[in-house]
């Protein structure tokens, strides 16, 4: 019963270790690690299938996992940034025509759509 709790409280924590984040909260972790994963892994076979080579097939494997983490991770980064901008933007005219509901301008504004 000591050992099942202990590996309970273990499994509960051992996300915790990046940054004081799980992996699993981090946005595009998840992504660039799995698809990193599977590249370098596919890389390092295919090298080794081709040179016979263990030691240079573990190094082309290993540098194509990071070059591919990096650039997935970049890539989804900057998209996750480019999102967030457009929901504040998004939200930010949202809370103007809610503002604005009611009032002269927006009964202008109205007329003016209807005749174009």
């Known amino acids: 019963v000591l050992v099942s709790c202990f590996a309970i409280y273990c499994f509960q924590t051992f996300g915790e270790w990046l940054l004081g984040k799980k992996p699993s909260e981090i946005p595009c972790f998840r ?28 190094n082309y494997g290993f540098t194509g996992y990071l070059a591919v983490t990096a650039s997935v991770w970049l890539v989804c980064r900057y998209n996750y940034g480019l999102k967030l901008v457009n929901e504040k933007k998004f939200k930010k005219a949202l809370q103007a025509k809610i503002m604005m509901e009611g009032t002269e301008l927006d009964k202008k504004l109205a007329k003016d759509s209807k005749e174009v």
């Open 31 to 58: 992504t660039s690690f799995l698809t990193g994963v599977g590249s370098g892994l596919g890389i390092g076979i295919a090298m080794f299938l081709y040179s016979s080579n263990t030691k240079r097939s573990a």
